[in-house]
């Protein structure tokens, strides 16, 4: 026991005899009184202090920066989009209520931000806003482009529905269910006509679900707000719960469009007879593609296929062969192709081409 007391003791001493080295360098070898030692912690203190505040001041200092050259930039944005003062403006309070990482011009390329910031909007006014302030979000809503987007871009909210979008509702116990159309999507409310008598009632909540060509099926379980029994219209809440199913994994669409295989190898390596000959595309998605041609060639099969889309010459897209078979009207060979190692910017391309197809039902050469 004595031994250990004595252990520490000499521990202490130790320390203080460290210290004391510390400070007689410091004054230049001459023992230091308490209050100077005093004095130069507190210098010290002060100093770690003052680099700490300027570091804080600094990055505060960024931070402001990059929030004005951020907002200078939607602002420039947004002008050149057709919004006027009044309409940045109320974009900027949109955007302060939304506790977000993202820069403000997400919202204007992004329907999804945007409608997260009108919803935050809304809920910090309590749901209290005016009618000519509807409107106001329904005319920036129409410059921004977010109104019944196009079939290639998928929906994350039903004020982005389409007006005459075809419906189809259910209530959630079942007693209720028919088709009907949008009527009119505001920003308040969405407007469901229906061919048939309302028997359904305030406050209950209806499953609505919808498909768009080319892309897929849209679900959500809506409020009921309003009943117009004379015109057969309900008035639904808003919500950006929409829940998609793709209909299929790669949409189709069929075309006639003329390419050209070459660097053709047969699945035993050997190099085709032709290695370059014409082919016409009849249809097309974004995983593959099915085309006829005078030349034969045998499953399993890889290559490289050229051909137009638009205003644009993909060539070089590889392929492998699924399936093939004989033409019985001109006697050629019907191909089907599976893209392989497809780089994303030339399948983003074709996709484009597909749902464009379906959702204008044009024949694109």
């Given at each position: ?288 593609a099915m085309v006829t041609s005078t030349e034969p060639v045998e499953v399993e099969s890889r290559g490289l296929l050229d051909f137009q889309l638009g205003d644009t010459r ?52």
């Amino acid at each position: 026991m004595i031994l250990h007391f004595q252990s520490i003791l000499l521990g202490i001493s130790g320390q203080q005899s460290t210290r004391a080295r510390f400070f007689q360098g410091l004054f230049a070898g001459v023992d230091p009184t308490s209050w100077q030692v005093v004095l130069v912690g507190s210098v010290l203190i002060l100093v770690v202090g003052g680099i700490v505040v300027w570091e804080l001041f600094r990055k505060r200092r960024e931070q402001l920066a990059k929030a004005r050259r951020q907002w200078d930039h939607f602002q420039a944005q947004a002008r050149s989009m057709g919004l006027g003062d009044g309409d940045v403006a109320l974009m900027r309070e949109m955007y302060l209520c939304l506790d977000v990482l993202h820069a403000p011009d997400a919202m204007l390329r992004i329907p999804a931000s945007y409608d997260r910031a009108l919803d935050a909007w809304i809920a910090s006014r309590s749901r209290k806003v005016l009618q000519a302030e509807w409107e106001h979000l329904t005319a920036i809503r129409r410059r921004l482009g977010f109104k019944g987007l196009g079939a290639e871009t998928s929906l994350s909210h039903t004020r982005q529905i389409a007006d005459a979008q075809d419906v189809r509702l259910a209530s959630e116990d079942g007693h209720f269910a028919t088709s009907g159309k949008v009527v009119a999507n505001l920003e308040n409310m969405l407007v469901v006509g229906t061919p048939e008598p309302l028997t359904v009632a305030l406050g209950m909540r209806l499953r609505i679900a919808f498909s768009r060509q080319g892309d897929g099926e849209y679900k959500a379980v809506l409020p009921v707000l309003q009943i117009d029994r004379e015109a057969n219209q309900i008035h639904l809440e808003h919500t950006d719960q929409l829940t998609r199913q793709q209909l299929r994994m790669w949409v189709r669409v069929p075309v006639l469009i003329l390419g050209r295989m070459r660097r053709v190898i047969g699945p035993d390596g050997v190099p085709h007879p032709q290695q370059s000959f014409d082919v016409t595309l009849l249809d097309l998605s974004g995983g593959g593609a099915m085309v006829t041609s005078t030349e034969p060639v045998e499953v399993e099969s890889r290559g490289l296929l050229d051909f137009q889309l638009g205003d644009t010459r993909l060539e070089g897209v590889r392929f492998v062969m699924l399936r093939t078979g004989r033409n019985s009207r001109n006697g050629g060979h019907v191909c089907h192709l599976c893209f392989e190692s497809i780089d994303v910017q030339t399948q983003e391309r074709i996709m484009r081409y597909v749902f464009e197809r379906q959702r204008t039902g044009r024949n694109l050469a």
